[in-house]
């Protein structure tokens, strides 16, 4: 730091010229009073001129103000013209008593002059003039307390100045470091600001609505959340937040806050407009002040909207889907009853012709017994799908004797076989015996696979495995028949999707067979899949656990 | 064999099943709702009766109620018949007192032996027959 003690002086300079200025012309006149006639002209001449010079000066720099380097050799000027006045007046009195003139010009270099260097210039200076004029006169004892006085003087200077340089530069100290202290308070509140927009902007860019409330009275908020209710922000800062929120739903929100800290909640909200709308409100309590609540608010309207509508559409969407089930059902009931005078007097004629020998109608009348048992397979598998679907289908839970039951299905459908010449071998592991499954949904599984691996194999091999895996049973029912093509694979297990539309016209069935197993399997729990190569054959896997488990509802009856 | 109660509404399978029956060596009685088949039951005394469920007038659950209600009544068989091959059209039918059930379309062979079945079940009948 650099202890300039220039700017001080600096403006010190026209008021003390002025003052001295004053103090000459005063001085001017009283040579005139008091000083003999030889020597009164001249040193009226001096003082006047001395005074006239320091009027100008003043005046001059009052209003251009002295260049900091030049300061102390304009002040040294005041030195000289004071110097040169005293010294003047005493060669010309030489009357001892006039060195107390330059007695106070030492004292006042000691009192003016801050810097040291020049302050050391001009009293050396005034010195030295003393010196020279006091050795161009005669001295007396008269002369010796004054001297005494000069060196006093001189003494009382320095002192001064030592003093004043010490005031002086501790103030300089201080002065900087309050210039210092406030220099760092604007820096600081200059971050501040800075900080205080960017986060401003930081917070007006989200898309949600961000806003703090202290004793449900809003302190801050960002512009999101004051245009998504239609309001300027400085019209929403210090509303309570219930001007918002729609009057009904009050004391909900009440509630909630009062009982959650934290957590999402959906509300309906009141835009300026008095139009309503959702929105979801996430808030927390920040440890900002105390209890202080921080809310991120975002406008789900269209989501809400969309909701609703896909809300509706799926309950539609389920509604016809029951529909059609039901549809389906009473659909099978309605063909039933015409179906059942078909199929009897179908089978009336046939009795009747047999007894008859009528052997054509016997053949015709047969033809009508085949078709109308596949339509009624059909439509008891359209039954069934539309059973599953409407959750109407009940289980009977019981043990009973696998080996036995797969017997049982083998000799059922031992007939169908025959019809395409296909070979039929069952390998039955020995560890396969009991199982806790609903015989009938089990029955009808098999035969399904088997029924499906006959259709569509003609002279060759199939072949039924048993065996137990993972807690259950594994039935793969595998042929040597068409296979599947890997495109329709995906479908397979879906309803009314028989691989090929004209198989359903060459290998008959409704395509059912398959949903109904897979269905059935899923309902209790167990698994199916398909390996096949097209023209080589396919291989069904059921499996199903040994303990068949179903949710209650769809039981109807448990036998132990 | 055995007097048979026939109540069904339907004119073609009431036709076809009593022509049925009657080939097999039954006597069949006809009612055509709910209302006849308990008179009938009541005048006849049938050795069984096949009941359609779906009648006019008093259906086939009611019929089977006021039959199996009745003392006079109470031990004649009946057999369900109806079109619906929903389980719980099964249980419901055993519930008001049916002795066996059926669906429709009628598998002969399998109807005939649920008759041979209840008629043989019954010990009165069963004297009947053996005498």
Redesign the interface.
Known sequence: MKKTSQPALQNAISPVSFWLAGLYGFFTISHWLVLSADIAPIMMAIAGGSACFLALLGGYTRRHPVPLPLVYPVASVFTLVIGFNSLIHLWLVQEPYLVTNIGLLLISIGIFFLDTRWFVVNIVATHIAFIAFMSAMDFSNDWQPFIFFVIEATMVSVIAHLVRRRNFDHLTVLRHQAENRSEQTALVAKLATENEQRFRRLADATFEGIVLYQDDKIFDANLVLANMFGYQLHEIIGRPIYDFITPQLWSNVKDYLNSVNEGTYEVIAQHKDGTEFFIEVRGRIISYRPLVRIAVVRDITSYKETEQVLQRAKRAAEEASLAKSNFL?NM??EL??P???????A??IH??SEDQQLKQIMNDSHKIIIA?QHL?TII?DI?DIA?IETQ???FTLSKLHVPQLVHEVCSTVQPRFETNNNKFHLKMADDVNIMYVDEAKLRQMLVNLLDNATKFTHNGQITLSVSSRDEGYLFDVADNGIGIESDKLATLFEAFTQADQSHTRKYGGTGLGLAITRRLCDIMGGSISVETEPGQGSTFSLWLPAHVQISNDLI?AVET | MARILLVED?L??RD??A??LV?RGHDVLIAKNGREAIELAQIEDPDLILMDMSLPEVDGWEATRAIKESTKTRAIPIIALT??????DRDRSLEVGCDDFD????K?PRLQAKIDMLLQENPELKERYSS
């Open positions: 059902a099978s009931h039933r009853t179906l059942t005078a078909i199929m009897g007097y089978e009336l009795e009747e109308s009624l008891n039954l059973k109407r289908l009940r109807e | 339907n073609m399978n076809m099943l022509r049925r080939r079109a619906h091959a929903l389980q719980s669906t429709k379309p009628v002969f």
